[in-house]
């Protein structure tokens, strides 16, 4: 199975700061389609996952543009030019090129 | 919208059997592979079943951790999927949550207990 390597485990940041968060595959995560499956989800305190973002940099429609997707292969980044209060939770990636699907450890966002 | 709503959690003992529910709506259910993934308290999130449409003859996944013993099932008639979950052990508690693929919509999670 692909192992999903998330760092940092834990961010603690004031409100206005940015952040970034890493991810990183066992394995590359291209596929035959020629597309890279490597998504983004967050979980807020009590909630059930969400989305945000898809094939490495695509938002869904809901997210703010402050949240960003980059990487290629193996290492990918989700960044937040400016975190709210909204943002806090737990982030995790997760990959769907190789079945199983599999997650990252999660990266806890917490107010400073 | 779309919507998922899973029932049937509760307090099982170990080795006992038990079966929960996902009721799917909003978007075409026939058109869409139905997954099950959990999180135990405090833990991440772990894949545990998928099953795949019609035209993929409903074909059936498990994580290794519970091939076996869990069965995932699927009624395009009611827009449900289920899981079945026997010979339930004491590391099968967790939350578990009904997402269609490719995991962009979640339900809200119900809880499972196995504890004597």
């Known amino acids: 199975d692909v192992v999903m390597t998330q760092t940092p485990v834990s961010l603690s940041l004031a409100i206005g700061q940015p952040a970034s968060i890493s991810c990183k595959s066992s394995?590359?995560?291209?596929?035959?389609?020629?597309?890279?499956?490597l998504n983004w989800i967050l979980q807020r305190p009590g909630q059930s996952p969400k989305r945000l973002i898809y094939?490495?940099?695509k938002l869904y429609s809901e997210v703010p543009d402050r949240f960003s997707g980059s990487g290629s292969e193996t290492e990918f980044t989700l960044k937040i030019s400016r975190v709210e209060a909204e943002d806090l939770g737990v982030y995790y990636c997760?990959?769907?090129?190789?079945?199983?699907?599999?997650f990252g450890a999660g990266t806890k966002l917490e107010l400073k | 919208a779309v919507q998922l709503v899973e029932s049937g959690g509760g307090l099982v003992q170990p080795k006992e059997s038990l079966k929960i529910s996902c009721a799917a709506s909003?978007?075409?259910?026939?058109?869409?592979?139905m997954y099950w993934v959990r999180q135990a308290p405090g833990k991440g999130l772990e894949w545990v079943a998928r099953?795949?449409?019609?035209?993929?003859?409903?074909?059936?996944y498990y994580a290794d951790s519970v091939k076996g013993r869990f069965t995932i099932s699927r009624d395009d008639s009611k827009s449900m999927v289920y899981l079945q979950m026997d010979n339930l052990k004491t590391e099968d508690t967790a939350m578990y949550y009904c997402?269609?693929?490719?995991?962009?919509?979640w339900g809200q999670g119900v809880m499972v207990t196995v504890s004597s």
């Open positions: 099953i795949r449409t019609k035209p993929n003859n409903y074909a059936t």
């Open positions: 094939q490495v940099s």
């Open positions: 997760w990959q769907g090129t190789h079945f199983p699907y599999t």
């Open positions: 997402t269609r693929s490719p995991f962009d919509y």
């Open positions: 394995q590359s995560l291209l596929g035959t389609s020629g597309k890279t499956f």
């Open positions: 909003g978007f075409t259910f026939s058109n869409a592979a």
